[in-house]
């Protein structure tokens, strides 16, 4: 139950591999869309990797480039002329979608030069969220701070953090400018698993410590 103030983006998006359909009897008369997009994740790995272990952020680990699914053909015996792949790029709250692509786009340009085989195109996101980048010693984190003291006697640690994942908290502070802070009961480390979970006295707990960050603000202990 740390108060979390800082946590990543994503920007997520397909890049497309355009080849020529033919037999696989013949596959010298088509162009294989498949080999194309290996060409291109492996390009992409080679420079995205070490690029973005360079970046940092006081709260958060580097930012992660993942390639999520990948499809193409439509039989075994035809060489495919379309592959597919969906891209997680995880951003840093400093991070600009709109950069982001553009580099994507950069490495992609590149790698065209390089390969003049090698046909692809990126599509626009349908994910492009900012991440979020809040205040340390606000009124907000400091009235759960000391709600989360109350209810687990010093036992957590209640020193503000970031987290690799996303939540609403962007739309409300980064784009709305409310002051969040995000807490809550349980582990990601359980989350999006087979066999999610919770513990119940975490949530107890929770409960209380929404209750008391609620009671301290109407008696008017920090505004």
Not at 9 to 18: D, E, L, P, S
Not at 77 to 82: A, E, F, G, K
Not at 114 to 127: L, M, N, Q
Not at 167 to 174: F, I, K, N, Y
Request: with cysteine; aromatic share 6%; proline share 7%.
């Amino acid at each position: 139950m740390r108060p979390i103030v800082a946590h990543k983006g994503a920007v997520r998006f397909r890049i497309v591999t355009h080849g020529r359909a033919a037999h696989t009897s013949k596959p010298e008369n088509g162009d294989n869309a498949i080999h194309q997009m290996v060409e291109v994740i492996d390009w992409l790995r080679e420079r995205g990797e070490p690029a973005l272990s360079m970046r940092g952020h006081p709260r958060l680990t580097p930012p992660t480039f993942t390639i999520g699914t990948i499809s193409g053909g439509v039989g075994v015996n035809i060489v495919p002329d379309r592959c597919v792949i969906d891209i997680d790029r995880r951003t840093l709250p400093t991070e600009d979608p709109a950069a982001v692509l553009a580099e994507i786009d950069g490495w992609l340009a590149d790698l065209m030069r390089a390969r003049p085989g090698v046909k692809a195109t990126r599509e626009d996101p349908y994910i492009s969220e900012r991440g979020l980048d809040g205040p340390v010693d606000g009124s907000l984190v400091v009235a759960v701070q000391s709600a989360v003291a109350k209810v687990t006697g010093g036992s957590v640690d209640a020193t503000p953090d970031g987290v690799p994942y996303g939540t609403d908290a962007t739309h409300l502070w980064g784009l709305a400018g409310i002051p969040t802070v995000v807490i809550g009961p349980g582990d990601i480390a359980q989350a999006h698993t087979i066999d999610e979970w919770v513990d119940l006295n975490d949530v107890r707990q929770c409960t209380e410590v929404y209750y008391e960050v609620m009671r301290s603000f109407v008696q008017g202990e920090w505004s």
